[in-house]
């Protein structure tokens, strides 16, 4: 049993060293911080329990600042396309795979904050960020800004694509958000942005293949030291 214990603390170790949150690392402008209002805050959980019993129907009924203005497109739709890659794709024109793991930063494909810088003076197709709260800046939904009244975003793998103001959304989508626009040099030069991405992307994964390696030898050398007679 004491061998056990020897090797299989360094397994978890490694693990939780290589996971952390989904966080900007600050926000250079105050975010916009929901109306802490009992009626809206109800709104927003029914959204909530409503999108996890998959009546979408029902969320518009109840709120008709929510419209759908289409269904997601082929390339659009499956398990892992959700808001971050809707959002991703809308606001950069990268249409390759990119990742988004809530609680697993290492396991996101890219960096928010190395293409994008945030803004008070959003322009149509920025990117809006939806946080936890003001002080807890873990990311938790992704929206593309269209006007001051209206954000379009994908909720999930449901295959549609909403307008909806700011906050009237599922209640643990955020209660902060922030506006982010490309940086200058991505804004003249989209082949630089793709290519940046490509890279980030392809770096994380082979570092991600790395961790796997390696905790991989971690665990052969404990089944070893387990069937060891000494």
Wanted: with cysteine; charged share 20%; proline share 3%.
């Amino acid at each position: 049993m004491s061998k056990y214990c020897t090797y299989i603390v360094p397994v978890l170790i490694s693990l939780s060293y290589n996971t952390s949150h989904s966080m900007l690392n600050k926000w250079q402008y105050k975010p916009i911080i929901q109306v802490q209002n009992a009626e809206f805050i109800a709104m927003r959980e029914k959204i909530k329990l409503l999108l996890c019993a998959r009546k979408i129907n029902d969320i518009v009924t109840i709120n008709p600042n929510i419209t759908i203005i289409r269904k997601a497109r082929a390339e659009e739709r499956g398990l892992e396309y959700k808001c971050f890659q809707y959002a991703i794709a809308q606001t950069t024109g990268f249409k390759e795979n990119v990742d988004f793991y809530l609680g697993k930063k290492d396991l996101t494909s890219i960096s928010i904050e190395n293409y994008f810088q945030q803004t008070n003076y959003p322009q149509k197709g920025d990117l809006v960020i939806y946080t936890t709260s003001e002080t807890d800046l873990t990311m938790l939904h992704f929206g593309i800004f269209i006007d001051n009244v209206t954000v379009e975003s994908k909720w999930g793998n449901f295959l549609e694509i909403f307008h909806h103001p700011l906050f009237d959304i599922a209640s643990n989508y955020g209660a902060a958000a922030g506006f982010f626009t490309l940086k200058h040099e991505y804004k003249a030069d989209q082949q630089k942005l793709h290519a940046d991405m490509r890279q980030e992307i392809n770096l994380k994964q082979e570092r991600k293949l790395d961790q796997m390696c390696q905790v991989d030898s971690q665990v052969q050398e404990m089944l070893r030291a387990l069937h060891s007679p000494f």
